[in-house]
Structure formats: C-alpha cells, structure tokens
C-alpha cells in the first residue's frame, strides 16, 4: 500500500512538472497584415518596461535584436534604426520615425514597447517570470498604422531551473510576428 502512494505521488509529481511549462500567448488587433511585397522593414528600438516606477534599462535593446533575427528568419528584408535619435529609453516619434525610415527607402516601420516584466524566479521560490510585448506595424510613406499585435508569455509557479525571463525573447516575438503577418 506504501508503494502504490509512493508511485501515485510520483506520477503526480511528474504530471505537475510537465504542465509548469511556459505559458505563451497574443493577439492580432485590427483586421490588416502586413503586405511586405519586397518592401524593406525598419524596426525601432522597443521601449524599456517599467516596474514600480522605474525603468529597467537593458530589456528594450535586446527584445529588438531578437525581434529582427526572428523577422529576418522569415525571409523578410528588417533592420534596426540606427540612429541616436532612437533609443529604447524614449518613446518613438511616430512621424520623426515614418520621416526616418521612408528617407532610407524603408516602406513599413515597426516599433514596440515592453509592457510588462518581471524576472525573478528562482528554484522553488513561487515567483513567476513574465514578459509582455505590444508592437505597431505603419506605413512609412503616409505614417498611416497598418496593424498591431501584444503578446505575453510566463512561466509556472513551480520551476525547477533558475532560467532568466529572456528567454522568452525568441518565442514571444516568433509569436508576434505570426499575428502581425497572418
């Protein structure tokens, strides 16, 4: 009788560790795509996220080279805004921005902003990572917004690993860019 409990047990903490995967998750606002029909896309810095009243630098910057990986994999023609004017500590111009972008011949610009993070799990501590993302997709030439589409992914309550909340960089812009482009 001991063992059986022992084997329910176990089972049922396997069942729980398999389900403590990362939860992922967006959404598409607006009925367009984007029609990228060989036309070159810039991509903004994203904007830092805030907790508590303050910024947390570093987050914004790497968010958007992964994004660009993520949308260069995809066979599309995307850069990063090179430029000082730019950066993930302030919010994007949205016409400076189009002004940018279409002077480069770039026809479609992508900014975004990281809404939501918190990284601080550790092994068996209860806390659960979270990453939110909310990006806006305009035509260059007009300044006119095409779509736009969030995303967020969190881990479990219970994990096993002490793994940072950037490793939901990858996954969660992949995810974006499925909704921005279907």
Known sequence: MKRQITYIIVILFIAVLMHSCA????SKHGAE???TSGGRIMVFPFQNPYYKGTELVGIGSPFT???????RLTGRFAQIANSNT???RNPIDITEACGFAHKKG???IITGIVTEWIDGATQWSGKVDVASLNVSAYNSENCKLITSASGKQN??????INAPATRFYQPLSKKIIDSLFQ
């Open 155 to 160: 881990g479990k309550w219970l994990t096993f």
């Open 86 to 88: 730019f950066n993930s």
């Open 65 to 71: 080279s992964v994004f660009i990986s993520e949308l």
């Open 23 to 26: 939860g992922l998750q967006s």
């Open 33 to 35: 795509k984007i029609e």
């Open 106 to 108: 770039y026809k479609i």
